[in-house]
């Protein structure tokens, strides 16, 4: 069934389908319509979950690493400072190996107080151990929300689905919204093979002395790598069910480019219009879409840029006295490549600034204009 | 009062508690209270070492253990994640030390009974940071040296009167308790286990090494406590229904309990008597609360 809708409920629509069991959240712009719509969900029986409706991010990250502990599949949404106050939690979410679905709607840090896009919020969890997803399309936040547990519950990591505030948050767009019997075979109900149960007693996250701490940390990164092949496989047949297929990056025009555009989220729509122009200008411009961001999919970003002699990334972050996150992952891809392009760091569109089609047609002036590569950031549209 | 102890031992030989530790014993009493459908959610503090460390646990039921902010919040998500695989009938405890309840942990845990949430909270209070090395928390008392609270300027505020704020939050059911009544510390919990919301169940929990006293005498000041009322035997109903549910036979003078502790070593004797004063004066508010119930005052 096809309906319009926003980002934020399109998320909602996917963790009914999922039949996620337990749902905790705490208010914050721009995710709560989410939560909003859950909580309707939970109270008229269109979802069968428990609704725990806690008093700070903390608290939610904690019940629901509770809630999938006991053994339920379990959900929750956030944005910005909300995630920052989970920081801890993140850390022992992963740790517990707990396959938990969480929604971050991309939003500024303060100060200055700031509800629009970016994704320094998220990225700035990257080392917590969840695997995260940065979605370009309402649509694609559905559905990674379907697959999201289905990637989760296979490796056992958690699953952060990431999407712009506003720009996909609030903003409609025609997304299909699959049956439920569908998902229910593609996503069968989760079945935990470590648990709280009584009849069968173990401790869970105690005292780790150094003989064993290091050995569960190698497993989890072992998790980690497993979950590009994974969620390939996962992406695959989602698209033999569903129609849809995801990878964990998406190559765009990108044969033959001479400049790649390296873009993450709903810039990448707009991208997509400007190598169109481009190409129809005769052009070898082409665009690679970063989905999956943890576990970076390494290998995947060096195939796509084999070809490229030229590599602009677009960062809507900054790692302070170190530039774009994304540019960083790329270029630390790229080591020892046999093929290095030469890359160009781009750093625009920070607190929400409109990242508009004449933005990257700049972004895509200056790397045609330069041919030495940039060690520091290129700061776009920076007011004097 | 029933002197009903249950047989079942859920907590095994081999946790690695200092000598006299009250928590080992605190949690012993309630495991055999609760049995053995129970989920135990072990709160950063003294216990994540008195567990025991990987592979092993000193106790017979599932634990959780999980950061120190969360015994509230965790507590409620394993209910409900408990209640969506169907086991409706599992008890869900979090113990938790002073620390974790009076100071990082009080807004998941304000959170979870203002809900209502369905578990037992249950404090094991040690008066001061022991984990850590004896840092003052706001259960520590006034005028207790701690390492943060030096003898040259001990604590010079009250103790945070925990009960009153969980009553407060009228939840169905709050309780003093120490190991040195087991019999009344096993009926509290057996009482909480069979009311369904939210129960808190405060444990006076002597701590040899933070309150410089001697590792045998731990339950006896632990009777010393509520003889001379200084940490009474009570429960709340309701927020408002109080009683008292162990009188003192005759009430002890409070400086009794304090000589036997060095943590207060350093009290003047006009400190000693303002303590007295303030113990004094918070029974004297504890009966008449008693007594508005209805409790009848034995002679």
């Not at chain 1, 719509?37 to 939970?42: I, K, V, W």
């Not at chain 2, 031992?9 to 200092?18: D, K, N």
């Not at chain 2, 009926?187 to 929990?205: M, Y």
């Amino acid at each position: 069934m096809e309906k319009v809708i926003m980002g934020n409920h399109a998320v909602s629509y996917g963790v009914q389908l999922a039949r996620a069991q337990v749902i905790a959240a705490y208010p914050i712009t721009p995710q709560t319509q989410i939560v909003e719509m859950l909580s309707e969900f939970c109270a008229d029986g269109r979802l069968d979950a428990k609704f725990i409706k806690v008093e700070s991010e903390h608290s939610v990250m904690a019940a629901v690493v509770g809630a999938s502990m006991a053994g339920a599949r379990a959900f929750t949404a956030t944005s910005s400072h909300g995630l920052g106050l989970m920081h801890e939690v993140l850390h022992w979410a992963a740790g517990g190996r707990l396959p938990i679905v969480m929604a971050n709607v991309n939003r500024t840090m303060g100060p200055g107080w700031n509800v629009w896009t970016e994704q320094t919020d998220s990225l700035a969890q990257r080392d917590t151990g969840w695997m995260q997803f940065y979605c370009e399309t309402n649509q694609e936040a559905l559905d990674t929300v379907i697959q999201g547990f289905k990637i989760a519950e296979t490796v056992l990591l958690p699953v952060m689905i990431v999407l712009d505030a506003f720009v996909l948050s609030h903003t409609m767009e025609p997304v299909d919204i699959p049956d439920q019997a569908t998902v229910d075979s593609f996503l069968p109900p989760y079945d935990p093979k470590f648990t709280l149960d009584p009849s069968d007693p173990h401790a869970f996250y105690g005292l780790v002395t150094p003989e064993h701490y290091m050995e569960l940390r190698h497993k989890m990164h072992q998790a980690m790598q497993k979950a590009v092949e994974v969620t390939r496989q996962v992406g695959a047949e989602f698209g033999e069910v569903f129609g849809r297929p995801y990878d964990v990056v998406e190559k765009y025009r990108i044969d033959g480019a001479e400049i790649v555009l390296v873009t993450s989220g709903s810039i990448t729509s707009t991208a997509r219009v400007v190598v169109d122009e481009w190409r129809a200008d005769g052009q070898k411009v082409g665009l690679l879409k970063m989905r999956m961001f943890r576990p970076f999919p390494f290998e995947a970003a060096r195939e796509a840029l084999a070809g490229a002699r030229k590599v602009a990334v677009v960062d809507r972050n900054i790692s302070q006295g170190h530039g774009g996150i994304f540019a960083a992952e790329i270029r630390s891809a790229l080591y020892g490549a046999s093929h290095q392009p030469v890359l160009f760091p781009f750093i625009i569109g920070l607190g929400g600034r409109d990242v508009t089609p004449h933005s990257i047609g700049s972004i895509l002036n200056y790397a045609q204009e330069h041919d030495v590569p940039a060690e520091e950031s290129i700061w776009m549209e920076v007011k004097e | 009062m029933s002197y009903d102890v249950p047989d079942q031992e859920l907590m095994t030989p081999g946790h690695v508690a200092c000598p006299g530790c009250g928590a080992p014993m605190a949690a012993r009493y309630a495991l055999k209270a609760l049995g053995d459908n129970t989920v135990l959610i072990i709160i950063a503090s003294c216990w994540s070492i008195i567990a025991g460390p990987f592979p092993y646990s000193a106790v017979n039921v599932p634990l959780l253990h999980s950061l120190f902010a969360t015994g509230g919040s965790v507590a409620s998500g394993v209910k409900a994640g408990l209640e969506a695989r169907g086991l409706k009938d599992t008890t869900v405890m979090t113990l938790a030390g002073d620390g974790g309840t009076f100071d990082i942990g009080i807004q998941a845990l304000s959170a979870a009974v203002e809900r209502n949430e369905d578990f037992i909270y249950m404090c094991y209070d040690n008066e001061a940071y022991m984990n850590t090395g004896i840092q003052r928390s706001s259960a520590t008392p006034w005028g207790a040296w701690t390492t943060t609270t030096p003898v040259k300027h001990p604590k010079e505020q009250p103790k945070k009167d925990m009960v009153a704020i969980m009553a407060a939050h009228r939840i169905p059911y709050t309780a003093t308790a120490t190991v040195a009544y087991p019999e009344d510390l096993i009926r509290k919990v057996k009482k909480a286990k069979s009311i369904r919301g939210s129960k808190f169940l405060h444990v006076l929990s002597p701590c040899p090494s933070g309150w410089k006293s001697e590792p045998a005498q731990s339950v006896f000041l632990s009777r010393l406590a509520v003889q001379s009322c200084i940490f009474p035997l009570y429960e709340v109903e309701h927020g408002e229904e109080y009683s008292i549910t162990v009188w003192p036979r005759k009430k002890v003078p409070v400086e009794e309990y304090l000589r036997l502790q060095g943590r207060f070593a350093h009290l003047k004797p006009q400190d000693v008597q303002y303590i007295q004063d303030n113990v004094d004066r918070e029974w004297d508010k504890l009966v008449a609360k008693a007594k508005a119930t209805g409790q009848q005052v034995p002679d």
